[in-house]
């Protein structure tokens, strides 16, 4: 784990790709199996999480509210520098296993290639909400976008704000993630979220359970 604050015990697990990829529902599948096998876990999911950050929420997936995209950089920062303080760090010295639905990297692929931020912009308004923590694993789930966002509108799930924007958002933000796992190969596992739903959590299971037995560590 990468930080400029003191080290967490626990073990930071986060799960990322484009809408309707399934994140939700491989975070709680996982949460089940570890649960099952006597380990503590928490579960978050970004942006929210605390009181502060479903306030947040519900500005960001208003799509009635216009925002700049330096705006909506910061909006995902206060969000994640409360849950961060207030469950994250808190869960991780305890010994806990954190994994959440979205962390740091959606902000690189959603703000940084999605809206095309700058780089640097993006790390420091990071680092500002982190300090400098990062997951252990990132698991990302590919999916073609149009295929994630079939998936959102089978489920009844409402059309928010990021989630109504273009088609070539999302494919940015899809090839945005690739690059990033292409980078570190050694803490991204990415799963083909086109698979289905058993052999995408098999895949998931498989790596979390070499990384908790110490192998990947
Ligand atoms: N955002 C950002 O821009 N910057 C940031 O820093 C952060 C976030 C933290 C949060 O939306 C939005 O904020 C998001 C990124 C942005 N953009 N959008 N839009 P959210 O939390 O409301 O939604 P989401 O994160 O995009 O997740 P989602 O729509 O809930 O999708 P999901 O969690 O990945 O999928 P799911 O709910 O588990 O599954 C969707 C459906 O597919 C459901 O019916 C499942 O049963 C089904 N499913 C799942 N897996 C499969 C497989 N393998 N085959 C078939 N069907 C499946």
Same mark, same amino acid.
């Given at each position: 784990?990468?930080? %400029?604050e003191p080290?967490?015990?626990g073990?930071? !697990?986060? *799960? @990322? $790709?484009?809408?309707?990829?399934g994140?939700?529902s491989? =975070?709680?599948?996982l949460a089940?199996?570890?649960r099952?096998?006597?380990?503590?876990? =928490?579960?978050?999911r970004?942006? #929210?999480?605390?009181?502060?950050g479903e306030?947040?929420?519900?500005?960001?997936?208003d799509?009635?509210?216009?925002?700049?995209?330096?705006?909506?950089?910061l909006? *995902?920062?206060?969000?994640?520098?409360?849950?961060?303080?207030?469950? !994250?760090?808190?869960?991780?010295e305890?010994?806990?296993?954190? &994994?959440i639905?979205? *962390?740091?990297?959606s902000?690189?692929?959603?703000q $940084?290639w $999605?809206?095309?931020?700058?780089? #640097? &912009? =993006?790390?420091?308004a990071?680092?500002?909400a982190? #300090?400098?923590? @990062?997951?252990?694993?990132v !698991?990302?789930l590919?999916? @073609?976008?149009?295929?994630?966002?079939?998936?959102?509108?089978?489920? $009844?799930?409402?059309?928010?704000? !990021?989630?109504?924007?273009?088609?070539? *958002?999302?494919?940015?933000?899809?090839r #945005?993630?690739?690059?990033?796992?292409?980078? %570190?190969?050694?803490?991204w596992?990415? =799963?083909?979220?086109?698979?289905?739903?058993a052999?995408?959590?098999?895949?998931?299971?498989?790596r979390?359970?070499r990384?908790l037995d110490?192998?990947?560590?």
């Open positions: 784990m990468s930080r %400029e080290a967490p015990r073990l930071l !697990i986060s *799960f @990322e $790709g484009v809408d309707g990829a994140k939700s491989h =975070v709680e599948g089940a199996e570890l099952g096998a006597g380990r503590d876990v =928490v579960t978050l970004e942006p #929210g999480g605390t009181p502060l306030r947040v929420r519900e500005l960001l997936l799509a009635e509210l216009e925002r700049s995209p330096r705006a909506e950089l909006l *995902f920062q206060v969000a994640r520098a409360e849950l961060v303080a207030e469950r !994250i760090r808190p869960a991780l305890a010994g806990a296993v954190v &994994l639905d979205r *962390f740091s990297d902000t690189r692929a959603y $940084g $999605g809206l095309e931020l700058e780089r #640097g &912009l =993006v790390e420091d990071l680092r500002l982190t #300090g400098g923590l @990062e997951p252990d694993l !698991i990302l590919d999916l @073609e976008p149009a295929r994630g966002l079939r998936r959102v509108n089978s489920a $009844g799930k409402r059309h928010d704000a !990021i989630e109504s924007r273009r088609r070539d *958002f999302l494919e940015r933000v899809r #945005g993630y690739l690059e990033l796992a292409r980078r %570190e190969p050694e803490r596992l990415i =799963v083909d979220a086109a698979r289905p739903p052999a995408v959590a098999a895949a998931v299971s498989g979390v359970r990384l110490g192998e990947d560590r």
